[in-house]
């Protein structure tokens, strides 16, 4: 079993909600920097956004701003990401991730990755 296991995906019409979860299993990760990336079909990874271990330091892509909202409880296993307003661009399958995160945006930084859960969206 992934380390990590998403939940909370699926189909939504543009403009709608999401909120997926992510949860580790059979290993803590409440010293690790958790986070979200994606990958959209014919295209390379991208960075989504993460939080600290204590859940005070926030990260995103820049073109997420304002959307999509991420949150963990101070050092939690648990990590959430609400997504707001969404859009046909949006539709990826989404990677929940944990690891040292010192560059948080940097896909290297992250040891342990979910099987991913896939965010569609209609327009």
């Known amino acids: 079993q992934a380390p990590l296991v998403e939940s909370g995906g699926g189909l939504v019409q543009a403009g709608g909600s999401l909120r997926l979860s992510c949860a580790g299993s059979?290993?803590?990760?409440?010293?690790?920097?958790m986070g979200w990336f994606r990958q959209a079909p014919g295209k390379e990874s991208e960075f989504v956004s993460a939080?600290?271990?204590?859940?005070?330091?926030?990260y995103y892509a820049d073109s997420l701003k304002g959307r999509f909202t991420i949150f963990r409880p101070y050092a939690s296993n648990r990590v959430y990401l609400q997504m707001n307003s969404l859009k046909p661009e949006d539709t990826a399958v989404y990677y929940c991730v944990a690891g040292s995160g010192a560059v948080p945006r940097m896909e290297s930084e992250y040891d342990y990755w979910g099987q991913g859960t896939q965010v569609t969206v209609s327009s």
């Open positions: 059979g290993r803590t990760f409440d010293s690790d920097t």
């Open positions: 939080v600290s271990r204590s859940g005070a330091s926030t």
